[in-house]
């Protein structure tokens, strides 16, 4: 596709539910990003991919998040036993090698925790 | 103290005003510089990089000030279409490749 897709673009869990979210970077971008951007707040940065590598997890808020990317190509982000603290919208991005600095962001999933 | 500290908002200008954004970071190892915007529930874009040299894009002009760690956006001429919210961001260092965030700054332009 053009651009960075995520599905789905909006999801309702209730309190102690998984969900997985699905990133799909552009084509032949092998950096992958994931953010996390609560309301009225800036995007945290959550995790990095270098092809099917996790070379940095500092931002994951806890044990609870958990991201792969098999293959190199999607990457689904999961978050297990959710709680209301993990409403947000989450953005995946990616970039060309190298170029960490010219990231394109998806539309985000904007979880609801109730 | 966060990584990155903007001005608060909102701003309200009218068309035809110039307005100033200011951004603080508190690493002194910080290498890189951008403004982003992000439109109301959408994903945010990049606007511009920022060099110490300064640099312009039409009626938007970036700052950076590395003994001040300061860093700053110029718009001149504000349209109803520059409404938005505007991100100051860094990276961190050579190697690192996540971007740290300020809050954004939310400007709203009025005819």
């Known amino acids: 596709g053009a651009g960075v897709s995520q599905s789905p673009r909006y999801k309702v869990a209730k309190r102690g539910q998984d969900v997985a979210l699905r990133c799909d970077p552009i084509?032949?971008?092998?950096?992958l990003f994931w953010y996390q951007q609560a309301l009225g707040q800036g995007p945290e940065f959550l995790t990095y991919?270098?092809?099917?590598?996790?070379?940095?997890k500092s931002g994951l808020p806890s044990d609870r998040f958990f991201a792969e990317r098999p293959e190199g190509s999607v990457s689904t982000l999961k978050i297990q036993r959710t709680q209301q603290e993990d409403s947000a919208v989450y953005l995946c991005?990616?970039?060309?090698?190298?170029?960490?600095?010219?990231?394109?962001f998806g539309p985000g999933t904007r979880l609801t925790v109730l | 103290r966060k990584e990155v500290e903007q001005d608060p908002g909102p701003f309200n200008v009218p068309e035809g005003a110039t307005v100033a954004f200011n951004c603080t970071y508190s690493n002194s190892a910080s290498q890189s510089f951008f403004w982003y915007r992000q439109d109301c529930r959408k994903e945010p874009k990049l606007l511009m990089s920022v060099y110490s040299s300064g640099n312009e894009d039409g009626r938007f002009t970036a700052q950076l000030n590395r003994a001040s760690q300061y860093i700053s956006l110029l718009i001149r001429d504000s349209k109803l279409s520059d409404s938005a919210t505007y991100l100051c961001v860094v990276i961190r260092n050579q190697a690192g490749t996540a971007l740290i965030f300020g809050k954004g700054t939310t400007l709203s332009v009025s005819s």
């Open positions: 991919f270098q092809n099917e590598a996790q070379l940095d």
């Open positions: 084509s032949g971008h092998v950096s």
């Open positions: 991005a990616s970039s060309l090698p190298g170029r960490g600095d010219e990231q394109f």
